[in-house]
């Protein structure tokens, strides 16, 4: 590891979620096993270690050479509503993100990113996050579209994605930058609103 200060993790931030944020109220989110919230210059060593999991690298999730790339990432991040860390209640600690992004296309199609740190994996906190961000991006930022792009060797993430409601659209061969295939996926608000949104989330002020 660089040789940086050492950040404080997430246990004073998991007892107390609630907070202000740049003289505003950051709004949460709550489910059964997780809390969504938006991300905080102090995260940037939790980003940086997850990162250096090699199976998130495969993935091609971004991943940062050293602490203070991780900072100017969450730079970029944190004045995003549609970008949101991933806390683990049982945990109590910084267990991964969820991203809502523009992909050129238009104002209401988004692309979703999610990443969880291999210790906190197998744990339902993907599926979670995935359905908050879902009824977040269609009933509050009103998007029309959220795709996600998965690459062929990543079973887990399209297990995910189904789960949650996605349709696979089609493969796009040796699309990846590693040469495999990318499998791409998207729900539709209306398929949303008709699947049935089985989010039982608390959204308030934090």
Request: glycine share 6%; aromatic share 12%; net charge neutral.
């Amino acid at each position: 590891m660089p040789a940086e200060e050492k950040l404080p993790m997430y246990g004073e931030a998991m007892r107390n979620p609630l907070r202000l944020k740049a003289g505003r109220k950051e709004r949460c989110m709550e489910t059964k096993d997780v809390i969504l919230r938006d991300w905080a210059d102090t995260d940037a060593q939790s980003l940086y270690e997850m990162c250096l999991d090699d199976t998130l690298r495969k993935s091609g999730v971004s991943f940062y050479d050293s602490i203070s790339q991780s900072r100017k990432a969450i730079d970029f991040w944190k004045n995003n509503p549609g970008c949101k860390v991933i806390l683990g209640k049982a945990a109590n600690c910084f267990v991964g993100f969820v991203h809502l992004g523009d992909m050129n296309r238009y104002n209401g199609y988004m692309e979703m990113e999610y990443a969880i740190i291999a210790a906190h994996r197998n744990k339902g906190y993907a599926t979670q996050a995935v359905k908050e961000a879902l009824d977040y991006g269609f009933k509050e930022l009103k998007i029309a579209v959220i795709a996600a792009w998965v690459r062929s060797h990543n079973q887990a993430s399209m297990r995910v994605l189904e789960k949650c409601g996605f349709m696979l659209e089609g493969k796009l061969r040796k699309h990846a930058r590693d040469g495999s295939d990318t499998y791409c996926y998207s729900i539709l608000r209306e398929e949303w609103e008709n699947w049935g949104s089985e989010s039982s989330y608390t959204y308030n002020d934090c």
